[in-house]
């Protein structure tokens, strides 16, 4: 297969600024008419080529006359034309019903869609499938009624009518010019949860989430947070929804969580249907941030769109920062940052230190799906985040108003948003851009001296970066660091905090008049997106953890405590856990904290995250000594623990961040309270089970069952597939508890599963939620015999002849081979090989599979 470079972009040699779309629509057979408008861009000869996807052209027209001079070239339609613009129809038969990539238009649950992102529309007609190519569309649908009665597409309705026949057709407009990876139609049997929002200009935007008719109840909670995503967008950036129609539609398949196709968001319905009974407050904030995310790409990546697929952190990177700092407003922005960083160092950081890892801005791929990741995403929103942070907040909402205004209704790079970085904050970031080239996660190394004579402390900094694949030697970066001292005895801070950027290799900062013993607090909120090592001692941690004034840097300073206990755990079968416990105490009683932080502090790091830690992997061993903290932690503050849930036992359901914080407490307690071993650990949890009103409290418990041996274990899992049997996305809940679980039989239980009457690889939720949940969980899939990598290797071929994107994303885990002791490596490997030597591997697998073996 070809691969695609960075450095080989050329601009198009055809613009198509218009286009009509005529979709004759049936899930057997549908017929695609599409007329453009092309325009030659400069003076070549070349012809004009059109992307597909291996369909032929039932005909082709040039100014209205059909042509035979065109041929197919690795699936492109190759048309020679003489003129400078001409008018180009093209016919084409496609099958949306046996479309199981979900790229292109296909049927989910009787109803047709499109996903088009990254390179989807050339399933649906042939064009030049590249986001520099912007083009105004129409789009004429034609439907049976009964079956398809609403018809919908990007832009403002124009028309409708009857056909007779049974059939009807509906015409939508886009007055915007955007990329085909944008355009999205849908046809089906949906009704609509209606809103309206007034602009601040004084714009009335009809909103519409169209569900089926049966989950229109479970639609409040999106269309709040689209309401307020809109407003937010106004007020903290100054943007505004620009079309009179905003719709959403909901479908049970789809590869990714969401898209944000102009002015016709698709969405996986579990982004988008909510309610007590059936979503955790998990998906609740998840919901709100991915109608939040899907909304603001609206300015960030519509109306300034990615000149070609390398610079897809331009858009995703900058509404991954947007859609974290919107939620952050929404509730307790500690909190949600403890969330965002401990999903970057759960999903990035192993990115970044495996076979797999790249830039922000990649120089090379295969193909594009597989660089939806984390570092893309995650990574690119941190590399933005220490941009704000240096510009501050006037600065940076200068420096992107600059950024939309020069750069709306085009196709941008990376580039240029750094350039409006430098310009509107009027600093200089040169160095900075290494962020952008250079893969790995920087290593910080801080220690700090005192001299109590003197009154003088001196901060010794250095940094470097582990080599990456294809990147040996790597250049010092600008680390933002935000950083204060603590006097060990007062408790206060000394001197306020300071933004250190740290762009040598070694550098040294003094401090002077201290004159007690300062105890050092070091990228707080995590300004850097790195690993921080220092001499901290656990006393130091513990202070830290109790008086530390930035709320982050004291949950930091709590989880370094906790990593070196489990990791010396690990190491030597024991550890003391006297510090922690200690230090756990201390956070419960702690009268200033609310019940969410509480929660999230007293947590132990989990047990990917303590391998990451370890240079190899012993995963028996980490959950040995994981297991072992926790049931001393259990036992020793067993009478808090059992308050903690009792406290917060009592209240009725509620959506608010308080409440959410009690639920997130209790069921943390309970976890404590089982570890402990406590006789009626089991009953406490199936009670709660039994007489939540909600599902954070109902999977809370089971979570807890699943993991023990208790009798109520069996009974708590068939109540819940009986209760919620009819619910697609509760039933992923029940196979992905069980698939996380901690037990010693997980992966017997998880091979059962995967024969279920309710399992299926065709639909992406389900399959990510037993064979996605299983491969990260690293006791069962790690385990010695190799099984557990067979089976996900098994999976993941079967799954890659349905949907080749989807099966790629789940390679990962088999990749952190070099992580791990010879035997497993070599077990990992094998299956690695097995896929690659697959007949008729898809490049999506034989991609992400041959650069894991590397
Ligand atoms: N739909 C995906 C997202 O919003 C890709 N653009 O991130
Ligand atoms: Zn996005």
New binding site residues.
């Given amino acids: 297969p070809a691969v695609t470079r960075r450095e080989d972009y050329r601009p198009p040699d055809w613009q198509v600024p218009e286009i009509a779309l005529d979709l004759d629509l049936d899930p057997a057979s549908t017929r695609v008419n599409a007329t453009l408008n092309v325009v030659r861009t400069s003076a070549h000869d070349r012809p004009l080529v059109l992307d597909g996807a291996g369909q032929t052209p039932l005909s082709v027209k040039v100014d209205g006359v059909a042509i035979n001079d065109w041929r197919i070239e690795e699936d492109a339609l190759v048309i020679p034309l003489s003129g400078s613009a001409h008018v180009i129809e093209t016919e084409v038969e496609i099958a949306p019903d046996r479309n199981t990539q979900l790229m292109g238009l296909y049927a989910s649950g009787g109803n047709l869609c499109t996903q088009c992102?990254a390179e989807g529309f050339r399933r649906i007609t042939f064009f030049p499938d590249r986001p520099d190519v912007l083009t105004r569309y129409k789009v004429r649908m034609a439907a049976d009624k009964a079956r398809f009665p609403v018809l919908l597409a990007n832009g403002d309705p124009v028309g409708a009518g009857d056909l007779g026949d049974g059939r009807h057709w509906a015409e939508w407009h886009d007055p915007y010019p955007k990329p085909c990876y944008l355009f999205a139609m849908v046809a089906g049997d949906l009704v609509a949860n209606r809103a309206t929002f007034i602009t601040r200009s004084g714009r009335q935007v009809a909103l519409g989430i169209w569900v089926r008719p049966a989950d229109l109840p479970k639609t409040a909670h999106a269309i709040e947070a689209l309401k307020t995503s809109m407003k937010w967008d106004e007020d903290v950036y100054g943007r505004e929804y620009d079309l009179d129609v905003f719709n959403i539609v909901a479908v049970d398949d789809f590869n990714?969580?969401?898209?944000?196709n102009k002015g016709l968001n698709i969405f996986n319905s579990r982004y988008i249907l909510a309610d007590a009974e059936t979503a955790t407050d998990y998906d609740f904030d998840a919901i709100a941030a991915v109608v939040a995310?899907?909304y603001f790409?609206n300015w960030s990546g519509n109306r300034v769109t990615c000149r070609d697929w390398f610079q897809l952190s331009l858009k995703?990177g900058f509404t991954v920062f947007r859609d974290q700092s919107f939620s952050a407003d929404q509730g307790s922005a500690a909190v949600k940052r403890i969330e965002d960083v401990r999903g970057l160092r759960a999903a990035q950081f192993p990115e970044d230190s495996g076979p797999l890892a790249h830039a922000i801005r990649p120089d090379a791929y295969l193909e594009i799906s597989n660089f939806?990741t984390a570092t893309i995403y995650n990574k690119g929103a941190e590399v933005i985040r220490m941009m704000a942070t240096m510009l501050g907040p006037k600065q940076f909402r200068a420096a992107t108003d600059l950024y939309f205004d020069r750069f709306d209704g085009t196709a941008a790079t990376c580039e240029d948003f750094v350039a409006c970085m430098e310009e509107g904050g009027g600093i200089d970031l040169t160095q900075f851009r290494l962020w952008y080239s250079q893969a790995g996660t920087p290593r910080v190394s801080a220690s700090l001296t005192h001299e109590p004579g003197s009154g003088r402390a001196v901060l010794k900094l250095a940094q470097r970066m582990p080599p990456t694949p294809g990147q040996p030697d790597k250049k010092p970066m600008v680390l933002p660091l935000k950083l204060k001292l603590f006097g060990a005895e007062t408790a206060q801070p000394i001197g306020s905090e300071q933004l250190i950027l740290l762009s040598d290799a070694e550098e040294q900062i003094s401090f002077e008049t201290v004159t007690e013993r300062p105890v050092l607090s070091i990228n707080r909120g995590f300004s850097a997106p790195v690993i921080v090592e220092t001499d901290r001692s656990a006393a130091d941690l513990a202070f830290l953890s109790a008086h530390d004034d930035d709320p982050f840097a004291r949950y930091e300073a709590m989880q370094q405590l906790m990593l070196d206990t489990l990791v010396e755990g690990a190491k030597h079968g024991q550890a003391d856990h006297a510090a922690v416990i200690a230090a756990v105490a201390n956070t419960l009683q702690d009268p200033h904290l609310d019940s969410a932080f509480i929660a999230e502090a007293v947590l132990l790091p989990s047990d990917s995250f303590i391998g990451d830690q370890m240079a190899l992997v012993d995963p028996e061993a980490i959950f040995r000594a994981r297991e072992a903290l926790r049931r001393d932690l259990g036992r020793a503050l067993e009478a808090q623990w059992r308050a903690a849930y009792d406290g917060a036992r009592a209240a009725k359901f509620e959506y608010s961040p308080s409440a959410k914080g009690q639920r997130r407490l209790k069921t943390v307690a309970l976890g404590y309270i089982a570890a402990s071993g406590a006789v009626d650990a089991a009953s406490l949890a199936f009670g709660q089970f039994e007489a939540a009103d909600n599902m954070t409290d109902r999977q809370g418990a089971l979570t807890t069952l699943v993991s023990g041996n208790a009798p109520e274990r069996i009974a708590a899992l068939d109540i819940f597939y009986n209760r919620y049997s009819d619910n697609a996305l509760v039933l992923d809940k029940w196979f992905s508890t069980q698939a996380l679980s901690a037990r010693d039989d997980t992966l017997a239980m998880v091979t059962e599963l995967a024969r279920h009457r309710d399992f299926t690889l065709a639909n992406p939720n389900r399959a990510r939620a037993l064979v996605g949940a299983f491969s990260v969980n690293q006791r069962a899939f790690n385990q010695a015999s190799g099984e557990g990598y067979r089976f996900v290797a098994d999976q993941l071929i079967a799954l890659d002849k349905l949907n080749p994107q989807t099966a790629a994303k789940l390679i990962p885990p088999l990749g952190r081979w070099r992580r791990f002791d010879e035997a497993r490596a070599a077990m990992m490997r094998a299956e690695l090989e097995r896929i690659v030597a697959t007949p008729g591997l898809s490049k999506d697998m034989f991609e992400q599979a041959s650069r894991s073996l590397a």
Avoid: L, P, S, V
């Avoid at 990714?256 to 944000?260: P, Q, W």
């Fill in positions: 992102e990714f969580g969401a898209m944000e995310h899907e790409h995703e939806y």
